[in-house]
């Protein structure tokens, strides 16, 4: 609860009406305004929420903020602000009474990764603190309460309204992703971080960004100053070269990780296989030795990440074994499919070519027969990655397998075509099957013993997006179907 004269100097504005009122609460959509809330009218890439300011009225919307000016007659009041996007974010802080100054955020960017860190990150304080909140592209979870997740990163209304909960139940840290789009869309502004992660850049969201300087100045904003990460740890893998330059950026305290031993948190040495990782990891303190189920070497760079982070945050070194350690896989991240078969199946979220390259690099050192690779490349998205993911399959496996993956508005046929391109250049074998169930009852049909089936490019989502409807699909369910 917040008194709209609060709210109007968080904004740095005088509105002409009477601002004697509270707010309970602050959304952007009519499907969440209730009584007491504020409705915030914001211009979106297909519709303008000037239009539906009196469907939240008629729900009990107690205030407008518009980029709008108020219309003649208008009883309520009006915050008319130059940035719709900016005033959420900031009446957001007043209204929940800025839970982030009260907790300890972290933050986490980059392109592949975000998802596996956070959840170790999210285990580690579990362990410490006996109870966490996360907000990943998989679910939102407050303490033990799942929140179904619509984005990567929400709105920064939904963000505020999630941490203050968090701490009425006695949460004392909270872990999220923060994508490129959401720092675009002011989703994590007047958010206070005592650690901000970046794990990578490679290339995907060309069709938002255009550029890779344009995607990586988005990422930058959580390092620059733009965002508050001024009390914060910057905690950087420093093996990318967009980390590096994040190294000379981010002004305040570092902590870096790679496989370079100028890395503060590095590997002394490692094994691998189909049963997770074998690793002793250096640390600015001490040597820590772990088993952890998580498959593959991207994941010993999520794992450093979250030794670090956890480090630069005062966890001892006991506890973060015991987290990481305990935590049995990540839905969807290199997640194996249980069967009974001489040979396995993995579901990976891959969808970029730079994850499918590193996945496939995984399954080759674990495998002991084929790799075999199932995957699409979604549609109205970046097109330009398409041939580059083909390319990647076809130089990381023995056999390719080219289907849908939410193509969405575009024909499947299309986008097919156009990653075959990349699988042609090297010249694995392939075929075509733009129907995704019916791949993977061929790719699993082609493995013998000891081979390794990749389902690539799903992961932990459970549907397919048509360019009509989006249906029920479940690569982990459809596998397990025709392994029984």
Excluded at 243 to 251: E, K, N, S, T
């Amino acid at each position: 609860m917040a008194k709209l004269i609060d709210i109007a100097k968080a904004l740095k504005i005088v509105p002409a009406s009477n601002l004697n009122g509270e707010a309970s609460g602050i959304t952007n959509s009519t499907k969440n305004c209730g009584v007491g809330d504020i409705f915030v009218a914001i211009k979106g890439f297909r519709l303008d929420g000037n239009s539906f300011i009196p469907q939240a009225i008629s729900q009990g919307a107690v205030a407008v903020i518009s980029e709008n000016a108020c219309p003649e007659g208008f009883s309520l009041p009006w915050f008319q602000v130059s940035d719709a996007r900016d005033a959420l974010a900031k009446a957001a802080s007043v209204i929940y009474d800025q839970p982030t100054h009260k907790l300890k955020l972290v933050g986490i960017t980059g392109t592949n990764g975000k998802t596996t860190t956070t959840t170790l990150i999210d285990r580690i304080f579990r362990q410490a603190y006996g109870t966490s909140t996360m907000i990943t592209t998989i679910s939102n979870r407050v303490g033990d309460e799942e929140i179904p997740a619509q984005r990567t990163t929400p709105e920064a209304s939904d963000t505020q309204k999630m941490l203050a909960h968090a701490l009425e139940i006695g949460c004392k840290a909270a872990v999220m992703e923060v994508s490129s789009q959401a720092i675009d869309l002011k989703r994590a502004n007047d958010l206070q971080f005592a650690a901000v992660v970046f794990t990578n850049l490679t290339q995907d969201h060309l069709d938002y960004h255009q550029t890779m300087e344009n995607y990586f100045a988005a990422k930058c904003r959580l390092f620059d100053g733009s965002l508050d990460s001024s009390k914060a740890t910057a905690v950087i893998n420093i093996d990318d070269p967009y980390g590096q330059r994040l190294v000379d950026i981010f002004a305040g305290k570092k902590i870096t990780y790679g496989f370079s031993k100028s890395a503060n948190v590095y590997p002394l040495d490692f094994e691998l296989s189909l049963q997770g990782i074998k690793a002793s990891i250096k640390t600015p303190s001490a040597t820590l030795n772990l088993n952890s189920s998580l498959v593959g070497k991207p994941h010993i760079y999520n794992i450093m990440a979250a030794i670090a982070t956890a480090v630069s945050l005062g966890i001892d070194l006991d506890t973060i074994k015991q987290a990481i350690e305990n935590l049995p896989s990540v839905n969807g991240r290199f997640d194996r499919v249980g069967c009974d078969k001489d040979f396995s199946v993995v579901v990976d979220y891959a969808h970029t070519d730079d994850a499918l390259s590193k996945v496939l690099e995984t399954a080759r050192q674990v495998s002991k027969g084929k790799v075999i690779c199932l995957f699409g490349c979604g549609g109205d998205k970046d097109r330009g990655k398409r041939p580059l993911m083909g390319k990647a399959a076809a130089k990381g496996s023995d056999l390719v397998i080219i289907t849908s993956d939410n193509p969405r508005s575009e024909d499947p046929e299309q986008i097919i075509l156009e990653a075959e391109v990349g699988v042609k250049e090297i010249g694995t074998k392939y075929f075509k099957i733009a129907d995704r169930r019916e791949a993977i009852s061929f790719a699993i049909s082609q493995a013998k013993t000891g081979d390794l089936v990749l389902l690539a490019g799903k992961g932990h989502e459970n549907y397919q997006v048509l360019k009509d409807r989006t249906i029920y699909f479940d690569d982990r369910e459809v596998a397990l179907e025709f392994l029984q």
